[in-house]
């Protein structure tokens, strides 16, 4: 018996107005680049961002390119620069860093004379940033600063992520792309079903199929995941802050949602958001069809909160917070 998984982002832009951004110049120096830091939507960002330059001294590969390349005895001692047979270095040595004086109050000290920069992007050369060559590898890391008031609660924090990029040598721009926040929750989703025509792996229809009341275990590196992006346990739902009348995630508008937008959840007073079903940590597969005699679990877990349609026998899905291809999920 086999499982099948399917994990879903699902990417939040938040509707705001943002105000344009002043650019600088493009870099026309071979022995210079470009930064130049944005949203989902390709709008530069407004309130400035703090920076890092690292040179990046991993062993780069090349797809189709042999490495080393050298012919035997080219180089003194046949130096291999491929990873096998090398040790990743320690650390990756700090070249420079920067603040692109932002608008807010709170980025002390402000930006230092002579930075060539603008809220949403900075050159980058050897006479504001020692040390700097062209022809080296760098990697390049933006923290864009919060938008939001001085003192907002984490949940109200307007902003963007940090980002970055690599920078190859004699690159000439660089172009970063921000989250605006808050960080959208992911959600993995799972069907179980009998892999019996044939053993293949595929939900080979209508011979199979889905098998209802299977226990799911989600881990990480570190081990068992217990709990939800918001420390509640797993299978925990909570109420949104818009809906339509029959009760489905909508904007603030009232218009409903399609499956790939998050909703907006409704918050409490310490910012928490407002529980609708408290699960225990336990992810079942669903059983399909009417929701007649179904469990408050499966009520709240089981039926698609876009569609008000159950989902599938042996179907499931958790969201758990920012999800990533290094989570694994196994059946029992």
């Given at each position: 018996?086999?499982?099948?998984?399917?994990?879903?982002?699902?990417?939040?832009?938040?509707?705001?107005?943002?105000?344009?951004?002043?650019?600088?110049?493009?870099?026309?120096d071979?022995d210079?680049?470009?930064?130049?830091?944005?949203?989902d939507?390709g709008?530069?960002i407004?309130?400035?961002?703090r920076?890092?330059?690292?040179?990046?001294?991993?062993?780069?590969?090349?797809?189709g390119v042999?490495?080393?390349?050298?012919?035997?005895?080219?180089?003194p001692?046949?130096?291999?620069?491929?990873?096998s047979?090398?040790?990743h270095?320690?650390?990756?040595?700090?070249?420079?860093?920067?603040?692109?004086?932002?608008?807010n109050?709170?980025?002390?000290?402000?930006r230092?004379p002579?930075?060539?920069?603008?809220?949403?992007?900075?050159?980058?050369?050897?006479?504001?940033?020692?040390g700097?060559?062209?022809?080296?590898?760098?990697m390049?890391?933006?923290?864009?600063?919060?938008?939001?008031?001085?003192?907002?609660?984490?949940f109200k924090?307007?902003?963007?992520?940090?980002?970055?990029?690599n920078?190859?040598?004699?690159?000439?721009t660089?172009?970063?792309?921000?989250?605006?926040?808050?960080?959208?929750?992911?959600?993995?989703?799972?069907?179980?079903?009998?892999?019996n025509?044939s053993?293949?792996?595929?939900y080979?229809?209508?011979?199979?199929?889905?098998?209802?009341n299977?226990?799911?275990?989600?881990?990480d590196?570190?081990?068992?995941?217990?709990?939800?992006?918001?420390?509640?346990p797993?299978?925990?739902t909570?109420?949104?802050a818009?809906?339509t009348?029959?009760?489905?995630?909508?904007?603030?508008?009232?218009?409903?949602?399609?499956?790939e937008?998050?909703?907006?959840?409704?918050?409490?007073?310490?910012?928490?958001?407002?529980?609708?079903?408290?699960?225990?940590?336990?992810?079942?597969?669903?059983?399909?069809?009417?929701?007649?005699?179904?469990t408050?679990?499966?009520?709240?877990?089981?039926?698609?909160?876009?569609?008000?349609?159950?989902?599938a026998?042996?179907e499931?899905?958790?969201?758990?917070?920012?999800?990533?291809?290094?989570?694994?999920?196994r059946?029992?």
């Amino acid at each position: 018996m086999f499982g099948r998984v399917r994990i879903d982002f699902i990417r939040w832009i938040i509707a705001s107005s943002i105000a344009a951004a002043t650019l600088i110049a493009p870099v026309r120096d071979a022995d210079a680049f470009q930064v130049q830091v944005q949203d989902d939507r390709g709008q530069p960002i407004t309130n400035g961002f703090r920076w890092l330059l690292e040179e990046d001294n991993s062993y780069p590969v090349t797809p189709g390119v042999p490495s080393p390349n050298a012919a035997w005895n080219a180089v003194p001692g046949n130096p291999s620069y491929t990873l096998s047979v090398n040790i990743h270095k320690s650390h990756a040595p700090v070249v420079c860093t920067g603040d692109t004086a932002p608008g807010n109050p709170a980025a002390n000290p402000p930006r230092a004379p002579g930075w060539a920069g603008a809220p949403s992007s900075v050159n980058i050369d050897a006479s504001n940033c020692p040390g700097f060559s062209s022809g080296k590898r760098y990697m390049f890391q933006a923290l864009p600063w919060h938008s939001s008031p001085l003192g907002a609660p984490a949940f109200k924090q307007t902003g963007w992520t940090m980002s970055g990029r690599n920078v190859a040598p004699g690159q000439s721009t660089v172009t970063i792309i921000v989250h605006a926040l808050p960080v959208p929750v992911g959600q993995i989703t799972v069907l179980v079903f009998e892999d019996n025509q044939s053993v293949n792996g595929a939900y080979d229809q209508p011979e199979e199929h889905g098998l209802a009341n299977f226990s799911l275990i989600i881990t990480d590196p570190i081990g068992k995941v217990n709990q939800d992006h918001f420390a509640y346990p797993l299978g925990t739902t909570y109420k949104y802050a818009h809906t339509t009348p029959d009760g489905r995630p909508a904007d603030a508008n009232g218009r409903p949602l399609w499956q790939e937008q998050q909703p907006e959840f409704l918050y409490d007073v310490n910012g928490l958001p407002v529980v609708d079903f408290m699960g225990d940590g336990t992810i079942k597969t669903c059983p399909g069809g009417p929701p007649t005699g179904y469990t408050p679990y499966q009520k709240a877990n089981c039926i698609d909160p876009y569609t008000l349609q159950p989902l599938a026998v042996g179907e499931a899905a958790s969201s758990i917070g920012w999800c990533s291809t290094a989570s694994s999920i196994r059946c029992r």
